[in-house]
């Protein structure tokens, strides 16, 4: 990366000073205008200065410049003399410009910087605000069903109590899965992103991922279609498995109506993909623009169910983190379909046993 | 009454403690509990519970220590609790020695079958002894001495490797073997190839089970951690 980025200056430096030198050469030959050479290398410099990182390139070229003006383009020609008053202050000028451009591109960088920096902020400032009202909600009702149990306990009958501490277990559990996502995030703490890829067996990804969504679903079906062939992809096998039980849920709350619910994974090329489809009423068109960015798209007007909140943008979020890529569209007849990839382990592995 | 099971809790947390006790004394066990690593430690020498149910996160001690004191002297099961979710985390404990690891939040129904699970597997192994006979779990029979294996009376047939790791998790039945476990055991060494070649072999024992995913039957996978048999988990 380091060294990368010192090889692009070097390069930007080397093409913008050779452009302007033979320019200038040019000009030189067939205008016979040398009042002009000392401006074009000024832009030069300067240029060098914007496209570059530091002090170091800009004030490198403005050398390079001085030397190339004074030993090329000014009387006495392909002789070095600084003696020539003349020269020497072009020198100088050459090598103001070069500074005081290169200090303005610092600053505008130290300015954009801030402004990534403020928007991150406002960003985490949205989250926290969506988190902490999405949180509200199942606490409130927690907290008021609890209360009411502990102090009217024997006033009030069993079917109440029993219908009050399930609405307790239902949010609680609520809650829980929110915490999972949160968690989740927090491995992505700004640029560092800890992922730690590892091989891991579709099948059993599938196969732990249903798992756990069936146990919060038990009477929902998840038709499978998956590959025969042992197959495994590249990826942190938790947070994948949390995509994936992130988007069936998201449907099971979301998609009104729906009576199928698939999970298709197939390989295409070096690529995992991931379908998850059902034959519900579809998603918003205007939802759906910013589907996997926006933390709170639900409409909380029924009061039954719970938004997923920042479900779907952890998913959009951990696929990004893995290199790949995640879509949602409505379907021509009916319903919406949710699809990711991710990249297969390379190398096909000999079967021994 | 005295044939109960007898469990030692050790948590700190008064709430979840609380609970765990309920639960468990609702279910029938005898229910002992501490607070700290030392009380707890002193529970278990004087009362030999047939269970440790025990917290990572102790004030005094870290729950890991206490562990492996409780492992230089038995092989009583331990039910490990942790806030801590991630796989290195759990197969830490799990090497140490710990049977089951749950995971907090956990729900009741699962922490109840989880113990069942524990205490059913520990009868197994005092009553049958190590790798002898037959052993049977809802559909599955597994006869070590003809190496056969069943499910409905129905043989399946199983390649040495396949019949080896099937055998290894029914006599630690209801526990968790980290795939360095069960790879030490099988092929005596634990290299960067022996987890895929362990991967593999399972799916083809997932094959010949005709198991699906998402159906949690006989083998419970513990993502990036290990396998785990079970019957009603």
Same mark, same amino acid.
């Given at each position: 990366?380091?060294?990368?980025?010192?090889?692009?200056?070097?390069?930007?430096?080397?093409?913008?000073?050779?452009?302007?030198?033979?320019?200038?050469l040019?000009?030189?030959?067939?205008?016979n205008?040398?009042g002009?050479?000392?401006?074009?290398?000024?832009?030069?410099?300067?240029?060098?200065?914007?496209?570059? &990182?530091?002090?170091?390139?800009?004030?490198?070229?403005?050398?390079?410049?001085?030397?190339?003006?004074?030993?090329a383009?000014?009387?006495?020609?392909?002789?070095?003399?600084?003696?020539?008053?003349?020269?020497?202050?072009?020198?100088?000028?050459?090598?103001?410009?070069?500074?005081?451009?290169?200090?303005?591109?610092?600053?505008i960088?130290?300015?954009?910087? !801030?402004?990534?920096?403020?928007?991150?902020?406002?960003?985490r400032?949205?989250?926290?605000?969506?988190?902490?009202?999405?949180?509200?909600?199942?606490?409130?009702?927690?907290?008021g069903?609890?209360?009411?149990?502990?102090?009217?306990?024997?006033?009030?009958?069993?079917?109440?109590k !029993?219908?009050?501490?399930?609405?307790?277990?239902?949010?609680? &559990?609520?809650?829980?899965r929110?915490?999972?996502?949160?968690?989740?995030?927090t491995?992505?703490?700004?640029?560092?992103?800890?992922?730690?890829?590892?091989?891991?067996?579709?099948?059993?990804?599938v196969?732990?991922? #249903?798992?756990?969504?069936?146990?919060?679903?038990?009477?929902?079906?998840?038709?499978?279609?998956?590959?025969?062939?042992?197959?495994?992809?590249?990826?942190?096998?938790? #947070?994948?498995?949390?995509?994936?039980?992130?988007?069936?849920?998201?449907?099971?709350?979301?998609?009104?109506?729906?009576?199928?619910?698939?999970?298709?994974?197939?390989t295409?090329?070096?690529?995992?993909?991931?379908?998850?489809?059902?034959?519900?009423?579809?998603?918003?068109?205007e939802?759906?623009?910013?589907?996997?960015?926006?933390?709170?798209?639900?409409?909380?007007?029924?009061?039954?169910?719970?938004?997923?909140?920042?479900?779907?943008?952890?998913?959009?979020?951990?696929?990004?983190?893995?290199?790949?890529?995640?879509?949602?569209?409505? #379907?021509?007849?009916?319903?919406?379909?949710?699809?990711?990839? !991710?990249? #297969?382990?390379?190398?096909?592995?000999?079967?021994?046993? | /009454?005295?044939?109960?099971?007898?469990?030692?809790?050790?948590?700190?947390?008064?709430?979840?403690?609380?609970?765990?006790?309920?639960?468990?004394? =609702?279910?029938?066990?005898?229910?002992?509990? =501490?607070?700290?690593?030392?009380?707890?430690?002193? /529970?278990?020498?004087?009362?030999?519970?047939?269970?440790?149910?025990?917290?990572?996160? @102790?004030?005094?001690?870290?729950?890991?220590?206490? @562990?492996?004191?409780?492992?230089?002297?038995?092989?009583?099961?331990?039910?490990?609790?942790?806030?801590?979710?991630?796989?290195?985390?759990?197969?830490e404990? @799990?090497? /140490?020695?710990?049977?089951?690891?749950?995971?907090?939040?956990?729900?009741?129904?699962?922490?109840v079958?989880?113990?069942?699970?524990?205490?059913?597997?520990?009868?197994?192994?005092?009553?049958?002894?190590?790798?002898?006979?037959?052993?049977?779990?809802?559909?599955?029979?597994?006869?070590?001495?003809?190496?056969?294996?069943?499910?409905?009376?129905?043989?399946?047939?199983?390649?040495?490797?396949?019949?080896?790791? /099937?055998?290894?998790?029914?006599e630690?039945?209801?526990?968790?073997?980290?795939?360095?476990?069960?790879?030490?055991?099988?092929?005596?060494?634990?290299?960067?190839?022996?987890?895929?070649?362990?991967?593999?072999?399972?799916?083809?024992?997932?094959?010949?089970?005709? @198991?699906?995913?998402?159906?949690?039957?006989?083998?419970?996978?513990?993502?990036?951690?290990?396998?785990?048999?079970?019957?009603?988990?």
């Amino acid at each position: 990366m380091k060294n990368k980025s010192i090889l692009k200056n070097i390069a930007y430096t080397a093409i913008i000073l050779i452009c302007a030198f033979f320019l200038s050469l040019a000009i030189h030959k067939f205008f016979n205008a040398p009042g002009l050479v000392p401006s074009i290398f000024v832009l030069a410099v300067f240029l060098v200065s914007l496209l570059t &990182q530091g002090y170091f390139y800009g004030l490198m070229s403005a050398f390079i410049s001085v030397l190339a003006v004074n030993f090329a383009f000014t009387f006495p020609y392909f002789e070095f003399n600084f003696t020539i008053e003349e020269n020497a202050i072009s020198a100088l000028i050459l090598i103001a410009v070069t500074t005081l451009s290169c200090a303005l591109t610092a600053k505008i960088r130290h300015h954009e910087a !801030l402004q990534t920096e403020a928007e991150k902020e406002k960003m985490r400032g949205n989250l926290l605000r969506a988190i902490s009202h999405d949180l509200r909600t199942p606490l409130t009702a927690i907290y008021g069903s609890a209360s009411t149990i502990a102090d009217n306990y024997s006033a009030l009958s069993d079917t109440d109590k !029993l219908t009050m501490l399930t609405g307790i277990k239902d949010d609680a &559990q609520w809650l829980i899965r929110m915490v999972e996502n949160l968690l989740s995030i927090t491995k992505f703490d700004g640029e560092n992103v800890k992922l730690i890829k590892s091989s891991t067996v579709l099948e059993e990804l599938v196969d732990s991922a #249903l798992s756990k969504f069936h146990k919060r679903y038990e009477n929902i079906k998840v038709d499978l279609d998956i590959p025969d062939e042992f197959v495994t992809v590249m990826a942190d096998p938790l #947070l994948i498995e949390q995509v994936l039980i992130n988007l069936l849920e998201n449907t099971v709350q979301h998609a009104k109506g729906f009576t199928k619910l698939s999970l298709k994974v197939f390989t295409l090329g070096n690529k995992a993909i991931f379908e998850v489809k059902d034959n519900g009423k579809g998603i918003d068109p205007e939802v759906l623009k910013t589907i996997f960015t926006s933390f709170s798209h639900s409409n909380h007007f029924d009061g039954k169910t719970h938004s997923m909140g920042i479900g779907l943008s952890v998913c959009a979020t951990i696929i990004k983190a893995h290199g790949g890529s995640i879509s949602a569209e409505n #379907l021509k007849d009916g319903g919406a379909v949710f699809r990711f990839t !991710l990249d #297969l382990e390379e190398g096909t592995y000999e079967q021994q046993i | /009454m005295n044939n109960r099971y007898k469990i030692l809790i050790i948590e700190d947390e008064a709430n979840i403690l609380r609970f765990v006790a309920a639960l468990l004394q =609702a279910e029938d066990y005898f229910v002992i509990t =501490a607070d700290t690593a030392e009380k707890g430690l002193l /529970m278990f020498t004087s009362h030999r519970p047939d269970l440790v149910v025990l917290d990572l996160g @102790l004030p005094d001690h870290d729950g890991t220590l206490l @562990l492996q004191d409780i492992r230089k002297t038995s092989p009583v099961p331990v039910m490990v609790l942790s806030a801590r979710s991630e796989e290195k985390d759990k197969v830490e404990a @799990l090497d /140490m020695g710990a049977n089951d690891y749950v995971t907090k939040p956990f729900g009741s129904r699962e922490f109840v079958a989880r113990v069942r699970s524990i205490l059913r597997f520990n009868r197994h192994c005092a009553e049958e002894g190590k790798l002898g006979g037959k052993f049977t779990a809802g559909e599955m029979t597994i006869d070590y001495d003809a190496r056969k294996f069943y499910i409905q009376d129905n043989e399946i047939k199983l390649t040495q490797t396949e019949f080896n790791i /099937m055998a290894l998790l029914s006599e630690h039945f209801g526990k968790v073997l980290t795939y360095s476990a069960i790879s030490k055991e099988i092929w005596g060494y634990f290299d960067s190839g022996s987890t895929k070649k362990l991967q593999v072999n399972m799916a083809n024992i997932r094959k010949k089970l005709s @198991l699906k995913p998402g159906e949690n039957k006989f083998i419970f996978n513990e993502l990036g951690v290990g396998y785990r048999m079970h019957t009603d988990v």
